[in-house]
């Protein structure tokens, strides 16, 4: 079992930063794939970046490719997320995930591979 507790996130300015935080218990994360996604209201969740369990690479989506990052601290077995240049069709609840199945490449964008989430954290970006 998994535990992932999130925290960061919050209001930011258009063009301003931000810093999630995704804090794993029960496990480490070392082989397992980890992904951010994001549910605005009224849209389906989706996956904005993840590394991936075969290779660890990382994948981006399209929306977010120079703008967001994801790392790990392997001591603290704890994935961020920075969101940088925030805009605001960045405003949505975003989620940490992982599972310890062999995710592929851009697979690790899918949130039916995941079994474990956080508990979400919003992130609202206005002037």
């Known amino acids: 079992q998994v535990q992932l507790v999130q925290s960061g996130g919050g209001l930011g300015q258009p063009g301003g930063s931000l810093r999630l935080s995704c804090a794993a218990s029960?496990?480490?994360?070392?082989?397992?794939?980890i992904g951010w996604f994001r549910q605005a209201p009224g849209k389906e969740r989706e996956g904005v970046i993840c590394?991936?369990?075969?290779?660890?690479?990382?994948q981006y989506a399209d929306s977010v490719k120079g703008r967001f990052t994801i790392s790990r601290d392997i001591s603290k077995n704890t994935v961020y997320l920075q969101i940088h240049s925030l805009k605001p069709e960045d405003t949505a609840v975003y989620y940490c995930?992982?599972?310890?199945?062999?995710?592929?490449?851009?697979?690790?964008?899918?949130?039916?591979?995941?079994?474990?989430w956080g508990q979400g954290t919003q992130v609202t970006v206005s002037s």
């Open positions: 995930a992982a599972d310890d199945a062999i995710v592929t490449g851009t697979g690790c964008l899918r949130p039916l591979h995941y079994l474990y």
């Open positions: 029960g496990r480490t994360l070392d082989y397992y794939a």
């Open positions: 590394i991936s369990s075969s290779d660890r690479s990382t």
